[in-house]
């Protein structure tokens, strides 16, 4: 070929490229880019998270056999397109945050080799704002909280589970098909816009709480304890006392609080405990955005020597007097009404972080601590044989170093701490006060403490 044949030959391919490359432009172009508007809840997640409050919840699942990495990794990528509430990148406008629809391959699987609950830096996983892990028998799903709340979590993670285990075994997937569960919710209603009236009545507390304080785990270090109780026992002592295994719980908590660290002394500020309520039932909803509210379980020991009696009764007077849907529908609506104000929706971004940091901050310094019970999970029947246990639990928060989740799979309920605190007497006195009451207690931990 001559010299002069060889560079028209080069000149053609280039101009090939360059016409390819412009038709797929014009494809991207003409392809409208998914966007979605944060809920009222999530716009504060951005605004606050970091390094040391990364606001990301787990939810994982035990499996009865070991977790193949591609198998998993498969699934991941067959599940990720068909939940728009995960396909997903954030992104910051003018005014507000907002989501836009990511279309990356999906976040790689990888074995667990870190502590849970760490911050999503969204440009070392493919802009996702979700992570899934695995070890051993566990497959684990971290979710930053912008995206949705426990109840979406678990929508996820039950799909991608039944999808791990239709490609481990394919006369499974022969018998049920590959389609999504019947029961799993695509919804991607904003509750919170489409229930709430009218309020000008503050729905949060800002009143300073009792703190627990003390010497911190090394830095980066993440301590997770389960307590394992059998339900029927649980039950049986909740009925004897009158209360809800909810109130039980919380108001144990409280207790173990007064009791280690306050040593049954007055105290000027009270134990206020923070418990998410979950929405959806109250409001007929089955949105996988985030759908809750918190109340506070409120303790103040103002004399000295208060029975277990005591303690319980103004716990679960003060959760029924606010777990009701008039009440309910108060505590959110007046955060909606301020984000619908004109003169918020035009205040730039940065101002509104401001304002929202300042209170969060206050909000936040108002608890001792959060205690989130995301209920019962159930799996359909033919996955059960290979299902074992749940778990779940929250990273730490300003002022909150001993979170508590509470998750109950089958007959077995368990009550999860999370922590950043050396000192593990609250969680002890926790389990005492359980066993006492008769209920036998099984407690596994990540060994963060070894005592």
């Known amino acids: 070929m001559k010299k002069k044949d060889q560079v028209t030959a080069a000149e053609e391919q280039k101009e090939a490229v360059q016409v390819k490359g412009k038709k797929r432009r014009a494809r991207e172009a003409q392809r409208e880019i998914r966007w979605d508007r944060l809920d009222n809840t999530a716009h504060l997640f951005p605004v606050i998270a970091g390094e040391s409050m990364s606001n990301v919840y787990r939810i994982s699942v035990t499996l009865t056999e070991l977790v193949d990495r591609e198998l998993l990794q498969q699934a991941l990528d067959m599940v990720l397109p068909k939940f728009d509430g995960f396909n997903l990148r954030l992104r910051q406008g003018v005014f507000w945050y907002y989501f836009e629809e990511n279309g990356k391959p999906a976040p790689r699987v990888r074995e667990e080799s870190a502590f849970p609950c760490r ?24 979710v930053f909280h912008v995206l949705t709340d426990g109840m979406g979590g678990i929508n996820f993670l039950k799909e ?60 980066g270090e993440f301590g997770v304890m389960h307590g394992y109780m059998k339900i029927p026992e649980l039950k049986k002592v909740c009925h004897a006392y009158g209360v809800s295994i909810n109130e039980y719980l919380v108001a144990v908590y ?77 505590l959110f609506s007046y955060n909606v009404s301020n984000e619908k104000l004109l003169a918020a929706r035009i205040v730039p971004l940065f101002l509104k972080n401001l304002a929202m940091r300042y209170v969060y901050t206050t909000s936040a310094l108002a608890n001792t ?66 066993a006492a009451d008769g209920i036998a207690v099984e407690i596994e931990t990540n060994g963060v403490n070894y005592e």
């Open 160 to 219: 991608l589970t039944y999808q791990y285990l239709r490609l481990a075994h394919p006369k499974l997937r022969e018998k049920v098909g590959d389609s999504l569960s019947s029961d799993t919710s695509l919804n991607r209603e904003d509750s919170f816009l489409k229930n709430y009236k009218h309020s000008s009545q503050k729905g949060y507390q800002t009143k300073r709480a009792y703190l627990l304080k003390g010497e911190k785990l090394p830095p």
């Open 369 to 434: 601590a959060t205690v989130t019970n995301i209920g019962n999970i159930s799996v359909s029947e033919e996955y059960r044989p290979y299902v074992e246990m749940f778990h779940a639990f929250l990273a730490m928060s300003k002022g909150q170093h001993l979170k508590g989740t509470i998750c109950s799979y089958g007959d077995t309920l368990v009550f999860s701490f999370s922590y950043d605190l050396a000192d593990t007497s609250v969680q002890r006195g926790f389990f005492r006060k359980i």
């Open 119 to 142: 911050y999503i830096r969204q440009n070392k996983n493919h802009s996702y704002m979700f992570r899934v892990t695995y070890y051993k028998y566990r497959i684990n799903l971290e």
């Open 254 to 330: 409280i207790w173990s609080v007064y009791t280690e660290c306050m040593h049954g002394m007055p105290s000027e500020r009270p134990v206020r405990v923070a418990v998410p309520v979950n929405l959806r039932p109250y409001f007929n909803s089955i949105t996988t955005k985030n759908f809750f509210v918190m109340v506070s379980a409120e303790f103040h020991p103002t004399k000295e020597i208060y029975t277990f009696e005591e303690v319980l009764k103004s716990v679960s007077g003060s959760l029924r007097s606010q777990i009701n849907r008039e009440n309910l529908e108060k």
